[in-house]
């Protein structure tokens, strides 16, 4: 078991090595068939995902633990590079290596004849190894490792087609806002290490369990303890990777990469890894009831703010975007609620309905010669049968309509909000269940204008729309699949199921005996009813949508002219960009050049020292005579001097 | 065997001078020769340094000098120097290589130079006599002020003149204080004999000063050592220097000679004014952070390379700074670690600007774009050699940085919240000269033939790299070597100011 946990990881990353060096050799003139790229960088992922396979069916209740070895010494003790596998990392693992294998699939039709094909799957493998690190890290050090790697790769595939600046662009800003976050993060651990003097999880768990108290104490910052200190400092990096305000901005500029990118790293694996960290840190989280308020806020706040703008976007990459980063928002709901497993389950159901999502938007783009803007498609649905089916049945899923996979994901994370003894559950449930409508309308709104009425594209793009090759709807089917049945995983039990998917979740998370830490109250009653409620307002919002994207286009503009200030602020992503555009950025740039530069160091200090260099050179003209300008005289006798000083003091 | 090391060089340098009849095309053969044979000379000292001996400086060598002044040739390494000398002659062949097509005169006059700094590099790094550190430290001056002098850029008799005065306003108060620490000491031994009056540092040992005496020596050593880190406010030789040197001599200067600064303040200043430093700490963070986070700033607004990458090493030899006076086991570890890594991966850096100058001629950003559309090949190492610059996790800045900003976090969660930042910034510039050197069209015809690098560059470029991703990846070994010496430093305080 251990030897294949190593394997799964070191599996992508000769497959990113072998990938990179072809990529190199091609640049060199020599001739490398994509046929064989193809099979090298679907490998990784094919055998990493029957590995992830044998390895659940083989761990039972346990964790899977691979010591690793020494890696940096730091306060007196190895932090240890080395994995552990328990549940949480199961799920991840099994959404990492499905999804990411079938991306790879995919990702052989979409990307074929790029001039970069082998350097895409260099950068693809890469990534996979970097987020299986990411969740099968053993210390939070290491975590880190992959959450940076993860990070890298999401640049260079934001970048991807770097002949265009705004693409390369894109990347760069997704680095950087990310490594924001990060500084957070990685302030986090330090506060975490000078505390517990480990980053190890297990060892990290176990002193927590045994010394709360150290955590407790005043962290000596705005007078808050130690764990709100520390947790929300690791919180900043997950807004950063998982896209949450206030780092949000750079994920849908993240569009610029090829879409199977979109649907791998920006929907269904590296931007959940901020709901997984901290799924994974839940025992510091506990012990911070500000830190918990503080993330489920950010989520709710997040989930509507996202959902509002999606529901003006054009570009259909755009909206998924934005809904990504709303559906991140729900996620992070529950993690602020304690609920982990249900945190983690809306992210698989998530990664199933989101990757499906992408990849039709992926086949229709392709169908429409790289057309992104939904204002030019329209009446596709009987050129594009499979695209549009899977799509369809992924909207629905994700504006959860039963009983499909969003259904049962996200009525969970409401009602745990709702029957949170926490002052601000009813808060949370109210901005989830506004941001649930605003995800029927805008999903309701990509289908409608994607595949309904007539086809507003130009005759010579009109012409060659077709459905897409067997390697990209095979893809499709898999995935829209799984988002209508995966939610059978997880049925509640005042439906009459069982919860499985939480109890698997939940046993690696809590110590024998310990109870989720959102005591729910309520009664089956209420439970109820309130999903009856949240289906009702998803059928509103599907209704609006059809009302105004079908029946009668031309309603939407109506409301335009009679609310334009409005419209327009959210159209333009409430200017949040140009915001930190003019009060961040320019600033720092201004001050950088003029103040720093210009007038510290050319006039301040070295006006200084080229006054005394005028000095010396009015000295060195009265000693000008001793000067032959041979260089070779010069070290001649410097060296000589030197012998000569050294053998004679010798002797 | 350790001054086999450090005196190969020299003999190359001199064999090279006292061969005339060496056609001009051969001496870079000759050069290579010597610094790959001192490579190889200096590994077994790897090997054969035991980290956990015990003993702390091991190698030794020493012959009486001039016994009536109390100066002994003597030479030893502790962890710390041992890995300082490796640096010095894994990166010496690489500068060598890497020099071939900048170096278009005078190959005789420079190789010369060349080899005689690396002499003098090494034997600071190995003295164990303070005359003898004094003697290498001065004299190590001279080659790299003839080297930017003769083969930089067009202001460069300005950069060098700046180069040496900066120096030198270091230098001579050192000298003072060295000599003065020697007076005192005799002094001290004529009235007790168990004292030997002497150089050397075991002798040195002894001497007791006062907290007054301690400040002055201190600021004297401290100036010179903070000129060559460089440390904000004493760092604007530096841009100047780089950018005018050839690039064998930025490569020198940021990959080794940096280093030295920071050295000495681990070798001397703490050791010997431990009282003073204590005192001098809460100010010596502020400056560390404040050149942190300026030099990053000014490195963002630069539109010359070379200028750029200089500032990034002013903000970077700041944070090595930073962990020295943490001055906790994390801290110095990871000053040292970093020293390490700054050193490869800031020498790249230098090796790369170099290689598009000698191709363009030109540093300037608005020049470029593009570039990746003709150099693939180069594109990656620069990328990758960047992401070990900013710290990626998983190569070898992270290591030392981590541990930087675990060290200093210990004593100063602020200072450490505001080094970090340098991080963020660090990023935003070094990307920002990919993006505009590499990515976009090619608007510039001259940039249309640019040929990528050839066999010759990867094979300065790929030892490199390895280096910085097994350093990232597997830092034990490293860690090991230097472990016993960094605690040595520390407790060595730690007793000083009783704490």
């Known amino acids: 078991m251990e030897t294949l946990v190593v394997l799964i990881p070191l599996l992508l990353l000769a497959g990113s090595a072998i990938s990179g060096i072809l990529a190199l050799a091609k640049t060199r003139g020599h001739e490398v068939p994509d046929r064989a790229i193809s099979w090298i960088a679907c490998t990784g992922p094919v055998l990493a995902f029957l590995f992830t396979v044998l390895i659940f069916n083989n761990m039972g209740e346990g964790q899977v633990l691979v010591a690793g070895y020494d890696w940096i010494l730091a306060g007196g003790a190895w932090i240890k590079a080395g994995f552990a596998v328990d549940h949480l990392t199961m799920v991840m693992l099994m959404v990492v290596t499905g999804v990411g294998s079938l991306i790879h699939v995919y990702s052989t039709g979409y990307m074929k004849g790029d001039g970069g094909y082998a350097r895409y799957f260099c950068y693809l493998n890469l990534f996979m190894f970097f987020m299986l690190v990411l969740v099968m890290a053993n210390s939070l050090l290491l975590l880190f490792v992959g959450w940076e790697g993860v990070g890298l790769c999401s640049y260079l595939l934001i970048g991807f087609w770097w002949a265009d600046e705004a693409k390369a662009r894109a990347g760069m800003k997704a680095f950087l806002v990310n490594r924001i976050g990060d500084a957070g993060f990685l302030l986090g651990m330090l506060a975490i290490y000078k505390t517990a003097g480990t980053l190890n999880f297990q060892d990290l768990r176990t002193f927590v369990a045994g010394n709360p108290e150290a955590f407790l104490q005043g962290s000596g910052f705005f007078g808050v303890s130690l764990a709100t200190a520390s947790c929300l400092l690791l919180f900043l990096g997950a807004t950063g990777k998982s896209a949450q305000i206030p780092l949000y901005v750079w994920l849908p500029d993240a569009m610029a990469g090829p879409t199977p990118v979109s649907a791998l790293i920006h929907a269904a694996t590296m931007v959940t890894a901020g709901v997984y960290m901290i799924g994974r840190m839940n025992f510091l989280y506990a012990l911070s009831p500000t830190s918990m308020i503080v993330v489920s806020l950010v989520g709710a706040l997040t989930a509507f703010f996202a959902g509002t703008i999606a529901m003006t976007q054009f570009d259909i990459k755009k909206v998924l975007a934005y809904s990504t980063v709303s559906q991140l928002g729900y996620m992070f709901i529950a993690a602020g609620l304690g609920a982990v497993s249900v945190a983690v389950f809306h992210l698989v159901a998530h990664a199933f309905f989101k990757a499906c999502l992408f990849l039709g938007s992926g086949s229709v783009i392709h169908a429409m010669d790289g057309e992104q803007d939904m204002r030019k498609m329209g009446g596709l649905q009987r050129k594009m049968p499979i695209t549009f089916i899977t799509m369809a049945v992924s909207a629905l899923a994700m504006a959860g309509i039963p009983p499909l996979a969003g259904f049962f994901s996200k009525d969970e994370i409401l009602w745990k909000a709702f029957s949170s003894e926490l002052g601000h559950g009813w808060f949370l449930w109210l901005l989830g269940i506004a941001a649930a409508f605003c995800t029927a309308v805008y999903m309701g709104r990509l289908i409608f204008m994607t595949f309904f009425g007539s086809c507003r594209a130009d005759e010579k793009t009109r012409a060659h729309i077709h459905e897409s090759p067997k390697s990209m709807t095979g893809v499709l089917a898999v995935l829209g699949v799984g988002a209508a049945v995966i939610g059978f995983l997880n049925v509640p039990h005042f439906l009459g199921g069982h919860a499985a998917f939480s109890h698997y979740v939940d046993s690696a998370l809590m110590a024998a005996g310990e109870e989720p830490l959102a005591a729910e109250t309520g009664s089956v009653a209420v439970e109820l009813s309130l999903a009856l409620l949240s289906v009702m307002v998803a059928f509103a919002g599907l209704m609006l949508a059809w009302r105004w994207w079908v029946k009668d286009p031309s309603l939407p503009a109506t409301y335009v002219d009679r609310y334009p200030e409005v419209y327009e602020l959210v159209h333009d992503k409430y200017r949040v960009d140009e915001f930190y555009q003019g009060a961040i950025v320019e600033p720092l740039e201004n001050v950088a050049d003029g103040t720093l530069y210009k007038a510290i160091d050319r006039k301040g200090v070295d006006g200084a020292v080229n006054g005394m260099a005028r000095a010396f050179r009015w000295l060195g003209a009265r000693l000008a005579s001793a000067e032959t300008g041979n260089v070779r005289t010069y070290v001649a006798v410097m060296i000589a001097g030197i012998l000569l000083v050294m053998l004679s003091l010798l002797t | ?499």
């Open chain 2, 1 to 499: 065997m350790l001054s086999l090391v450090i005196f190969l060089p020299l003999f190359g340098a001199l064999f090279i001078l006292a061969a005339p009849s060496l056609e001009e095309k051969r001496i870079k053969w000759v050069a290579l020769a010597v610094t790959i044979l001192d490579f190889l000379v200096s590994l077994p000292l790897w090997f054969r340094y035991d980290g956990d001996s015990g003993v702390l400086f091991q190698l030794g060598q020493s012959a009486e000098w001039i016994p009536s002044l109390g100066i002994r040739y003597e030479v030893a390494l502790d962890g710390i120097s041992l890995l300082l000398v490796l640096l010095v002659t894994f990166i010496m062949p690489l500068v060598v290589v890497g020099s071939v097509k900048t170096i278009t005169r005078r190959h005789r006059e420079f190789y010369t130079l060349l080899l005689a700094l690396q002499t003098f590099m090494l034997g600071a790094f190995a003295a164990r006599d303070l005359f003898l550190f004094y003697m290498f430290w001065e004299l190590m001056v001279v080659p790299m002020f003839l080297i930017i002098g003769i083969w930089g850029g067009k202001p460069r008799i300005y950069a060098a003149l700046k180069f040496f005065i900066y120096t030198l306003f270091g230098s001579l108060p050192m000298l003072v204080a060295v000599l003065y620490l020697y007076t005192k000491l005799k002094a001290q031994a004529a009235a007790d004999p168990s004292i030997e009056a002497a150089y050397s540092l075991d002798a040195l040992s002894s001497l007791t000063l006062t907290l007054k005496e301690q400040w002055l020596c201190f600021i004297a050593f401290g100036l010179s050592f903070a000129v060559k880190v460089p440390m904000f406010p004493f760092h604007t030789w530096l841009p100047d220097a780089h950018t005018e040197a050839p690039t064998p001599g930025s490569v020198v200067l940021a990959g080794v000679l940096l280093k030295m600064g920071g050295y000495g303040f681990l070798r001397f200043a703490i050791p010997f004014f431990p009282l003073a430093v204590q005192q001098a700490v809460p100010a010596l963070y502020f400056f560390a952070v404040v050149g942190i986070v300026y030099a990053a700033l000014v490195a963002l607004v630069q539109t010359d390379v070379k200028r750029l990458v200089a500032y990034s090493s002013v903000s970077h030899m700041g944070l090595i700074v930073l962990g020295i006076f943490a001055l906790n086991p994390d801290g110095v570890r990871g000053g040292v670690y970093q020293m390490l890594a700054h050193g490869l991966t800031t020498g790249g850096l230098f090796l790369l600007v170099g290689m598009l100058y000698e191709r363009r001629h030109t540093r300037e950003f608005s020049e470029f774009g593009g570039v990746a559309h003709r150099m693939p090949v180069y594109a990656f190492f620069f990328l990758a050699i960047t992401l070990g610059s900013i710290g990626m996790p998983g190569l070898n800045g992270f290591v030392g940085e981590f541990l930087i900003f675990l060290g200093t976090f210990r004593e100063s969660p602020v200072t450490a919240f505001i080094a970090v930042t340098g991080v963020i910034l660090g990023a935003w510039y070094m990307l920002t000269t990919v993006k505009k050197i590499f990515f976009g069209e090619i608007r510039n015809d001259a940039n249309r033939s640019l040929v990528d690098i050839d066999r010759r560059e990867i094979a300065v470029l790929a030892p490199l790299l390895l280096m910085i991703i097994i350093m990232g990846v597997m830092p034990a070994p490293f860690l090991n070597k230097m472990e016993a010496s960094v605690q040595a430093v520390v407790q060595g305080y730690m007793t000083a100011v009783g704490r």
